[in-house]
T-cell receptor, first 113, second 111 residues
């Protein structure tokens, strides 16, 4: 089956800890995205990547970092600098930056202990 | 990027047709209108996309008037499983894929 997978489904972070959320796609899409969703709110863009080894900050990049070493993978690290990390994190991909249709993964819920 | 305005919530009953209207007064010439559906604790799912007039697929219809300053998502004969949040997005293809998700419309379908 083609699609986007995210892991883990739930993730717990301790104070001062960095955690990494995984996102993998086998759709052969060039572009990948990370969004954050808070309860009752829409999605906000954290980072996006249009091509391997290149990525751009979204609207709320502070406290997050990403890498795009492979076309199919776009991991997101939530650093200790992100003071309010509790949220639902969604990864998406699209054929290219010129395509608006994005395909989303199932999400990772991050909770702070 | 064009800002969109949608009702915060809507209620309906099974079997009814539901129309959700989205206002986008500042839509640009190159903008397309896209609707996504999101169930709780899941990622959004693409429903339909259009540029002008009417678009129909197996899930919904999208009506766009000539001035394109608004659009209406029409869901025929809704069922309980259509209870979800519906997002209207307006964007330009060449802006790095950046989509702006507003608060969306929370549709509640009752038996």
């Amino acid at each position: 089956d083609g699609g986007i997978t995210q892991s883990p489904k739930y993730l717990f972070r301790k104070e001062g800890q960095n955690v990494t959320l995984s996102c993998e796609q086998n759709l052969n899409h060039d572009a990948m995205y990370w969004y954050r969703q808070d309860p009752g709110q829409g999605l906000r863009l954290i980072y996006y990547s249009q091509i391997v080894n290149d990525f751009q900050k979204g609207d709320i990049a502070e406290g997050y970092s990403v890498s795009r070493e492979k076309k199919e993978s776009f991991p997101l690290t939530v650093t200790s600098a992100q003071k309010n990390p509790t949220a639902f994190y969604l990864c998406a991909s699209s054929i290219g930056s010129s395509q608006e249709t994005q395909y989303f993964g199932p999400g990772t819920r991050l909770l702070v202990l | 990027l064009a800002k969109t305005t949608q009702p915060i919530s809507m209620d309906s009953y099974e079997g009814q047709e539901v129309n959700i209207t989205c206002s986008h007064n500042n839509i640009a010439t190159n903008d397309y209108i896209t609707w996504y559906q999101q169930f709780p604790s899941q990622g959004p799912r693409f429903i339909i996309q259009g540029y002008k007039t009417k678009v129909t697929n197996e899930v919904a219809s999208l009506f766009i008037p000539a001035d394109r300053k608004s659009s209406t998502l029409s869901l025929p004969r809704v069922s309980l499983s259509d209870t979800a949040v519906y997002y209207c997005l307006v964007g330009v293809y060449n802006q790095g894929g950046k989509l702006i998700f507003g608060q969306g419309t929370e549709l509640s379908v009752k038996p």
